[in-house]
């Protein structure tokens, strides 16, 4: 069973930087991808990053190419999102995801548990 709790959103400013972690708490011996989500209120939920299990290989969303950074630390059954020149567009609340088919992948349905999500604004 995958449980996942995440942590480290907040108020920043325009161009401060933040991470967020994501632990699972719950106890699984499968390999699996992690992803990161986001959703503003009216929007639906947005891809932002992707990580597949042994951490080589990532995928990220257009709109934050070269700002984000997914990366884990198994042992910790952990995964991150390093958000640096964060913009107020980048405001949402974020959730994490696993994959429990060790795919990389975009899409909500692919995703079989998810986080309770946490907030994030960027204040311009």
């Known amino acids: 069973q995958v449980q996942l709790v995440e942590s480290g959103g907040g108020l920043v400013q325009a161009g401060d930087s933040l991470r967020l972690s994501c632990v699972n708490t719950?106890?699984?011996?499968?390999?699996?991808?992690m992803g990161w989500f986001r959703q503003t209120p009216g929007k639906e939920r947005e891809f932002v990053a992707a990580i597949n299990y042994s951490g080589r290989n990532t995928y990220y969303a257009d709109s934050v190419k070269g700002r984000f950074t997914i990366s884990r630390d198994n042992a910790k059954n952990t995964v991150y999102l390093q958000g640096n020149s964060l913009k107020p567009e980048d405001t949402a609340v974020y959730y994490c995801a696993a994959n429990m088919a060790n795919l990389l992948a975009d899409t909500e349905d692919t995703y079989d548990y998810w986080g309770q999500g946490t907030q994030v604004t960027v204040s311009s």
């Open positions: 719950g106890r699984t011996f499968r390999a699996y991808s």
